[in-house]
C-alpha cells in the first residue's frame, strides 16, 4: 500500500494526542506533512500548545504546526468544557511545553498551499471541527479536485450523538462547516460514532499498555485515564489507524445530510438513502475489529 502523505487538522485533546502518536509512529504508512489546529475541546491557543507539546515529546520538531480558526462559522460555541479532556485538553498531567513554535501561517492557507504544491498527493485528516477544511475549499475551491481524499472523525450516521440534539461533538460544534465540506464531492471516508464509540479501552487494555511502557506510552496512558469516563474510546485513532490498516474496518456507503436548523435537530448527521440526488456518498465506517486496532495501537505506540 501506498504511503499516505497527510495533513492532519485535530483539536488536541486526548484522543487526538493518541491519533498523532499512531501516525508518529507508523513512519511506513503515513507522512505528515502538517498538523494544523482548530477550536474544539479546548480553545485555540490550547489546541495549539498541545499538538506541539505531543509533536515535542515524539521529537517532531521538524513538522510544521499551524493554528486555524478559533471559533466555527456561524455560532460561537463554548468548547467541551474540563470533564472529558481537562482543562489543559491533555489530562492536566502538568506535561512540558514545547520549545518549538507554531508556523505564523494561518492552517486555512497552509491547507490550500500544500495542496496546490502536491495536487492529488494529500490526504486530509479533520479530527475535530471541519471549521478549516470548509473555509479552505470557500477561500480556494480550485483544491477541491485536487484533494486526494479526506478521512475524518465526526458524526453518527446510524446511532445516536453525543451531545445535545443527538449530534456527535466535532459536527455539532460547526455543523456548517461539515455541510460545505461533505457536499464538496470530494472522496470521504467518515468515521462517526456508529464505529468509534466500539473502539474503547477496557482495563484488561489498560492492563496490557501498562506492561513495560516506555516513557512516552506512560504519559500516553496516564493522559488516557483522565479521559472520558468508564471505558475510554479511542475516537480519533480510527482515523489514523486506518491509514495503517484498512482491513481493521468496514462500512458502507450512504448520503450523509448535516441538520443546520437551530429549531432542529442541530448539528445531527443522518445518512440518507437517496439524498438529494446531488450529493456524493461518503463512505461511512460502520464496523471495527476493536482488539486488532488495540494490538495495533499497543505495538506502534512501543515504537516511540
Ligand atoms: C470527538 O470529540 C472530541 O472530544 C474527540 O476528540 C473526538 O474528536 C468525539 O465525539
Ligand atoms: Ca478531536
Known amino acids: 500500500m501506498a504511503k499516505s502523505r497527510i495533513i492532519i487538522d485535530c483539536d488536541p485533546g486526548v484522543d487526538d494526542a493518541i491519533a498523532l502518536l499512531l501516525a508518529f509512529a507508523s513512519p511506513d504508512e503515513i507522512e505528515i506533512v502538517g ?13 495549539t500548545r498541545n499538538a506541539l507539546r505531543i509533536a515535542a515529546m515524539a521529537g517532531r520538531q521538524d513538522i510544521p504546526v499551524c493554528a486555524g480558526c478559533s471559533r466555527p462559522i456561524i455560532l460561537p460555541r463554548v468548547q467541551r468544557g474540563a470533564s472529558v479532556h481537562g ?19 494561518h492552517a486555512v492557507d497552509f491547507i490550500i498551499d500544500t495542496i496546490l504544491r502536491e495536487p492529488g498527493e494529500i490526504t486530509l485528516c479533520p479530527i475535530g ?37 443527538d449530534a456527535e461533538f ?20 467518515m468515521f462517526g460514532l456508529d464505529v468509534t464509540r466500539h473502539a474503547t479501552l477496557t482495563k484488561a487494555r489498560f492492563d496490557q ?29 480510527c482515523v489514523t489507524a486506518f491509514l495503517i490498516d484498512p482491513t481493521l474496518f468496514n462500512g458502507v ?23 438529494d440526488g446531488k450529493s456524493q456518498p461518503v463512505h ?21
Not at 482543562?87 to 501561517?105: I, K
Not at 511502557?213 to 483522565?226: D, E, F, K
Request: aromatic share 4%.
Open 209 to 237: 499498555l501498562e506492561r513495560d511502557a516506555s516513557p512516552i506510552m506512560r504519559t500516553a496512558i496516564a493522559m488516557m485515564r483522565r479521559y472520558g469516563s468508564g471505558d475510554p474510546a479511542l475516537h480519533d485513532p
Open 87 to 105: 482543562t489543559d485538553g491533555l489530562g492536566d498531567l502538568g506535561m512540558p511545553d514545547a520549545t518549538h513554535p507554531a508556523q505564523s501561517r
Open 253 to 275: 456507503d450512504a448520503v450523509i445530510e448535516v441538520d443546520c436548523d437551530q429549531a432542529g435537530a442541530y448539528g445531527r448527521t443522518r445518512a440518507v438513502e437517496n439524498g
Open 170 to 189: 466535532n459536527i455539532w460544534i460547526d455543523p456548517h462547516a461539515a455541510q460545505v465540506v461533505l457536499s464538496s464531492g470530494i472522496p470521504m471516508t
Open 284 to 304: 461511512v465506517i460502520t464496523e471495527v475489529d476493536d482488539e486488532r486496532l488495540f494490538q495495533l495501537i499497543d505495538q506502534r505506540l512501543r515504537l516511540l
Open 129 to 165: 471541527p471541519m471549521t478549516n477544511i470548509a473555509l479552505a475549499l470557500i477561500k480556494e475551491p480550485s483544491i477541491t479536485t485536487k484533494i486526494k481524499a479526506i478521512v475524518f472523525m465526526g458524526g453518527a450516521a446510524f446511532s445516536p450523538g453525543n451531545t445535545a440534539t
Open 35 to 47: 498538523i494544523t489546529t482548530v477550536i474544539g475541546n479546548v480553545s485555540l491557543p490550547l489546541t
